[in-house]
């Protein structure tokens, strides 16, 4: 276990933060469970919490309503607390298709994902962390609310190797195999190993490190921890640890009781679906179930072993599932010791109450239908309550808190003062529709972003589509500007690396829907166009709104246009609250002669370490042939197919795929330059 959490900032807190720090600090305290922090965009809501966390001295849960914004906390987590271990805990899919059944064209969707090995190396460095270290704080989207394994057979079936361990070569590999780990001839990866004489070379699941175990006979004479690329020896530890190389595990001793379980199940299903006629769903089932079990019991798991997780656990039929919440400490009557932090919670709250409904509604579905068995019911995310019930106490953190986090919180802290002295950005109302005087809401504002970006600022729009926030942003292309559009179906590191691209300039217009909201950090932001601001709904609410103009209050130019034909309800409403903050920072500005000074954050790339080994060589390749690909794109593209089919002919695939991917990159580029 680690020491306490300690703080690193330059600052101190200003404005109205230390008073925020003292009322959020005195409830917790107090013992209340539930505290909303109100916090105005740019007043500093997250070195707010910093300062909370040190003072409450708990492990942390900070869950956010999108990856993005989770990436983005948890590298300012990191700046804050250096010397604690922070982690970042999403979903491993870059692309997820869930298995489900459509009755009324009969048409069954087997489940279709794309793992992001980055993200999964991180999930495991989280759970590793929570369980070893009590300075920990875990950034997270709401994917934290489903089903992860047991943490108890997680950490049981941890894999302990001291020097002078008397062990032999093949009981090491035995050993790593009954934890999950896979044996490779070819360069390690997270949960691969691979023998070579007397050492075997493992690399854990959690990092980017390679263990070389040194054998004399059946005795680990030596440990050594190298560095993955440059094979330079870090460290010669006594002692190591590797966990299970997958978060669903179980003890071998306990597999047969485990397998009898399902077979019952699956009897006992069958006989309810034969009593229904349903011949078609029996045969559906028993294939499925014992081909499933058949991989159970030669390898310990198959695809899809998280529907019989029930099983596995020892739950009881209807129980909730393990989580991530389980990896978190407890006191000994199971009441929760750790801090949870619900940033832009009017968002992330409801997005956590709607998760089990759904899931819920196509599990259904695929159980009557014969796909899976009933326990696949119990493979689901946390229902509301059951959220409710793991996390105490809460920070309900947001500019706009919506009505439950009012309804739940004794303590309201209010954090509108901006330190910097920055003032809410002027917001103006002008037409959308085309008249004689004017020119319609995208000329218009393509006039104004051409202006801004004079100044060298940056400039965001946000619309009601993603394909009117592409076509917008191929406008823009076609009109000489720099445009970029980002929504929810880009890959997540993808998606990471567009915000820092558009923070160093190397395009001046962000294009996006309601991706562009909440919690985006971006200082360069000057200028806002809010696209038909008139259409009452979800999109253009009044939190919507305020969540909006807030983008550009960290900027002491920003400033934000609504086009709209009148001024709806929540229009009003948003830019009255957004007049009201202005008010109070214009007065304290005045009060303490401030002079607004736009934020300067160093840009760092938060994308770097999700991303995989392999891509960055790509990248570095592709870095060092610009210069020939400047002079000769076709000619270059033309020699790397050639020496990709020359690694090809020797088996050299590794090199094989790098070219591969290199070629790709170029032939993208290429297209785009003609385009």
Same mark, same amino acid.
């Given at each position: ?5 300690? %703080? ?21 305290? $107090? ?6 922090? *109100? ?38 987590? $990191? ?67 489903? #089903? ?17 361990? !008397? ?8 050993? +790593? ?102 011949? %078609?769903?029996?045969? $559906? ?17 198959? !695809? ?9 656990? #020892?739950? !009881? ?7 991530? *919440? ?7 009557? #199971?009441?929760?010791? &750790? ?21 819920? =509604? ?7 239908? #014969?796909?899976?068995?009933?326990? @696949? ?67 218009? &504002? ?5 202006? @801004? ?34 929504? =929810? ?26 991706? +562009? ?23 253009? =609410?009044?939190?919507? %709104? ?74 570095? *390749? ?30 050299? &695939?590794?090199?094989?795929? %790098? ?17």
């Amino acid at each position: 276990m680690e020491g306490k959490f300690t %703080l690193n900032s330059e600052y101190e807190p200003a404005g109205d933060q230390p008073s925020a720090i003292k009322e959020v600090v005195a409830a917790l305290k $107090r013992g209340e469970s539930d505290v909303t922090l *109100l916090g105005a965009t740019g007043t500093g809501k997250t070195f707010t919490i910093a300062n909370v966390i040190e003072k409450i001295q708990k492990p942390t849960l900070v869950i956010a309503h999108n990856k993005t914004l989770a990436a983005q906390l948890a590298q300012e987590y $990191r700046e804050f607390f250096p010397n604690n271990a922070v982690h970042y805990f999403v979903s491993y899919y870059d692309y997820y298709q869930p298995e489900a059944y459509m009755p009324i064209s009969d048409t069954y969707i087997e489940k279709e994902a794309m793992i992001n090995e980055e993200i999964d190396r991180l999930r495991h460095a989280t759970t590793q962390a929570l369980l070893t270290r009590n300075d920990v704080i875990i950034v997270a989207s709401v994917s934290c609310i489903y #089903g992860l394994g047991s943490p108890k057979e997680y950490e049981k079936k941890n894999f302990r190797i001291d020097i002078d361990l !008397n062990i032999s070569r093949g009981d090491i590999i035995r050993r +790593l195999i009954d934890v999950y780990f896979t044996r490779t001839n070819a360069d390690l990866l997270p949960g691969t190993f691979r023998a070579i004489g007397n050492s075997v070379e493992i690399m854990p699941v959690n990092e980017r490190i390679i263990y070389r175990l040194k054998l004399v006979g059946s005795r680990v004479e030596r440990i050594d921890k190298i560095d993955a690329t440059t094979r330079e020896i870090i460290d010669t530890p006594s002692t190591i640890f590797l966990f299970p190389a997958k978060h669903f595990v179980t003890e071998k001793e306990k597999l047969d009781s485990i397998i009898s379980g399902i077979e019952e199940e699956l009897a006992e299903h069958i006989k309810e679906l034969e009593k229904q006629g349903k011949i %078609l769903e029996v045969e $559906r089932i028993r294939r499925r179930t014992r081909h499933d079990l058949a991989l159970i019991r030669e390898i310990g798991y198959c !695809n899809g072993i998280e529907n019989y997780s029930r099983h596995f656990s #020892g739950r !009881n039929l209807g129980d909730a599932p393990d989580t991530l *919440l389980s990896y978190f400490p407890h006191q000994e009557d #199971g009441t929760p010791d &750790f801090l949870t932090v619900i940033d832009e919670s009017h968002v992330t709250i409801p997005q956590i109450g709607g998760m089990f409904g759904g899931d819920k =509604s196509r599990k259904k579905t695929l159980v009557e239908y #014969g796909f899976r068995l009933p326990s @696949a019911r119990d493979n689901r995310p946390l229902q509301f309550e059951e959220f409710e019930g793991r996390t105490d106490p809460v920070v309900y953190v947001s500019a706009t808190p919506g009505p439950y986090e009012r309804e739940k919180s004794t303590t309201i802290a209010e954090q509108v003062i901006r330190p910097t002295g920055l003032v809410d950005p002027v917001v103006d109302v002008r037409p959308v529709t085309e008249t004689e005087d004017f020119p319609g809401q995208v000329k218009d &504002f393509i006039a104004e972003a051409k202006n @801004a970006i004079k100044k060298g600022e940056r400039v965001i729009a946000t619309t009601l589509t993603k394909r009117m926030a592409e076509d917008l942003a191929e406008y823009l292309k076609e009109g000489g500007i720099r445009a970029e559009y980002l929504h =929810s179906e880009i890959k997540t590191i993808d998606r990471i690396d567009t915000i820092t691209n558009f923070r160093k300039g190397e395009f001046d217009v962000l294009v996006g829907v309601n991706l +562009l909201r909440e919690g985006l950090d971006l200082p360069e932001l000057a200028l806002i166009g809010i696209l038909d601001a008139d259409k009452e709904g979800f999109l253009r =609410s009044e939190t919507s %709104l305020i969540q909006i103009i807030g983008r550009a209050a960290r900027n002491v130019h920003g400033r934000v246009i609504l086009y709209a034909d009148r001024v709806t309800g929540s229009m009003e409403r948003a830019m009255s609250e957004t007049e009201r903050r202005r008010t109070i920072q214009l007065a304290h500005n005045k009060k303490h002669d401030i002079t607004p000074q736009t934020i300067l954050k160093h840009i760092r790339d938060i994308a770097s370490e999700m991303r995989s080994e392999h891509d960055k060589t790509v990248q570095t *390749l592709v870095g060092l042939d610009r210069a020939e690909f400047t002079k000769n794109p076709k000619a270059l593209i033309k020699e790397k197919n050639r020496q990709m089919n020359d690694a090809v002919k020797i088996l050299d &695939f590794e090199t094989a795929a %790098l070219l591969r991917d290199e070629i790709r990159a170029l032939e993208r580029e290429l297209d785009s330059s003609k385009s």
